[in-house]
């Protein structure tokens, strides 16, 4: 058994070859290219704003991000809101392994990290100098305590290690074994979509009974939770005693946080006009998503800076455990009756804001790319899905979808898709609900027959959501799930890649757990005296960055 050391890093068979480019820095308006989104990120070196080093003296003590809605907690091991984990994962709490900018392994609370020969036994010689924002050291109990209750929530984590847990060896190694081998543990680790972070032990024997939540957001990272104000804002204070990981890492997730600005505040903004208002003003200094229709105006605004990067896909998820979407012929009906290239300029307005493609990983991710496997994407066939549609028994009944009004993209594409689906006889209710109560409404089956959501591209097929069996829509199909076990106790890169194949074409052509709809870019824009910036996927990171005076 090898000991990878932190000078030494061991990254997984698959990890090397999926290099997103997700990263992306400011541009000024001279370097913008020509291209498409995806173009310029993934050109975009690390270097530039996020590689400075010297911070200069008169710069402002507070950062201010206009986030959309507030999520529903910061537990990060519970949630998948983009919200939730712009704000806390990251900045409050840490991992054992992370990516860099290029997707490659690194240990972050751990110090290194040992895997035996058939990849069944992963070791973890855990970081001596690190404490938790209450003062307390991070102890293996802690770890072994915060890993094995995200094995018990988080359905891809639990497919993964099955009955297999985290384990005590002393005060500061913690180890796992498997009982099928994986090449994906680390990578499970890293970059699944409910984060693996780790909190105090004491913390998650407080959660709340009723929701299940921790009720004290208490971490290792280089920001402080201080404040939640409902409706307004989240409050964070640096981490003063923060140690980073001395790990090599210069650039993404893993690279050494050294948390410059005093306070960051995420202002919940959900109004479109007010957060673009608000960047223009000054009010605030960054701002989440800005609407597509004003992209040519934040670009010709020589005060401000536009960050864009590949961040993941649009999907139409369908309810597959009760209702009428849990008839697979209707779901291939409404699929082959989808014109993409319609919905994704309803939903996104700009054309370089999104590509209508439908493979279930993305282009960049080269290894797993499977366009030649989503032949029914974006078919465009009213006829053809008419005839299915009779096979499959409609009978005028309502299609509830639901949808909600505080994503303007996602509510677009839903009444493009109400409009489609009329012209082939289907009766479309849209539900709408604020995004708390839309997140609440997803996890009820009696709620509607689809919903509509984004996500981030995934790092493994194996963390795609919507093929999970335990989250919202219960892709509990039992082919699916039992090539899904396959591939996660893969031990030979090649026929995983194949396997993956084969998944692909049974959910797009056969089963259809949802309709794709197209990948998207998000641009986040800033004061061009915001420094020290990088952005990636779904969050920017503001661990170095600040504000000039």
């Avoid at 988080?154 to 913690?174: C, N, P, Q, T, W």
């Avoid at 290792?220 to 990981?245: I, M, R, S």
Wanted: with cysteine; charged share 20%.
């Amino acid at each position: 058994m090898k000991r990878t050391s932190v000078k030494q890093i061991l990254a997984a068979a698959m990890t090397t070859a999926i290099v997103l480019g997700m990263a992306a820095c400011g541009q000024s308006k001279s370097e913008e290219a020509s291209g498409t989104p995806a173009t310029e990120a993934a050109q975009t070196e690390q270097s530039g704003q996020a590689a400075q080093t010297e911070v200069p003296e008169n710069i402002r003590n507070e950062i201010r991000f206009a986030t959309i809605a507030a999520p529903p907690t910061l537990d990060i091991q519970m949630i998948t809101n983009i919200t939730g984990k712009s704000i806390a994962e990251y900045n409050v709490f840490e991992k054992l392994m992370e990516y860099d900018a290029n997707y490659e392994l690194f240990p972050v609370l751990a110090e290194s990290f040992e895997v035996n020969p058939d990849n069944t036994e992963y070791i973890y010689y855990l970081r001596k100098d690190v404490k938790f924002h209450n003062g307390a050291p991070m102890t293996a109990d802690d770890v072994v305590a915060s890993m094995n209750r995200w094995i018990e929530k988080v359905s891809a984590a639990g497919s993964l290690f099955g009955d297999s847990r985290f384990e005590k060896v002393d005060e500061s190694i913690v180890k796992v074994t498997l009982n099928n081998p994986s090449i994906f543990v680390n990578d499970m680790i890293a970059g699944c979509n409910n984060g693996a972070v780790i909190y105090p032990a004491e913390v998650i024997e407080n959660a709340d009974a009723d929701t299940g939540y921790i009720k004290d957001y208490i971490g290792t990272g280089p920001y402080k939770f201080v404040e939640w104000v409902p409706d307004q804002y989240v409050l964070l204070e640096k981490n003063a005693e923060y140690a980073p990981a001395d790990n090599g890492a210069r650039h993404g997730y893993a690279a050494a946080a050294v948390p410059v600005t005093e306070k960051l505040y995420y202002d919940f903004v959900p109004d479109d006009s007010t957060r673009t208002a608000g960047i223009q003003t000054g009010e605030y200094d960054m701002i989440y998503k800005a609407p597509y229709d004003n992209y040519d105006m934040l670009k010709n605004d020589d005060s401000l800076d536009i960050y864009n990067s590949v961040y993941g896909d649009i999907w139409m998820v369908f309810n597959k455990k009760e209702g009428i979407a849990t008839d697979q012929k209707l779901r291939q009906a409404i699929q082959m009756s989808l014109d993409n290239d319609e919905i994704m300029i309803g939903a996104y307005s700009v054309p370089d804001a999104f590509r209508t493609d439908g493979s279930y990983m993305l282009e960049e991710q080269s290894v797993w790319y499977n366009h030649e496997d989503d032949a029914a994407y974006n078919q465009k066939d009213t006829e053809g899905a008419k005839a299915l549609l009779q096979e499959s028994g409609y009978n005028g009944e309502a299609f509830r979808l639901l949808v909600s009004p505080d994503y303007s993209d996602m509510y677009n594409a839903a009444i493009v898709i109400q409009s489609q689906l009329k012209k082939i006889g289907i009766n479309v209710e849209l539900v709408t609900a604020d995004w708390a109560t839309f997140t609440s409404y997803r996890a009820d089956e009696t709620m509607y027959d689809g919903f509509i959501t984004t996500g981030p591209a995934p790092i493994l097929p194996t963390t795609i959501l919507y093929i999970s069996s335990g989250w919202p829509g219960w892709a509990a199909d039992e082919k699916l799930q039992s090539m899904l076990v396959e591939l996660n106790t893969m031990a030979n890169s090649e026929e995983g890649i194949q396997l993956w194949s084969e998944i692909q074409a049974y959910c797009s052509n056969e089963y259809v757990p949802i309709c794709k709809l197209g990948d998207i870019y998000r641009f986040n824009v800033a004061t061009n005296k915001l420094k020290n910036i990088e952005t990636y996927g779904f969050a920017p990171l503001f661990w170095n960055a600040y504000v000039e005076e």
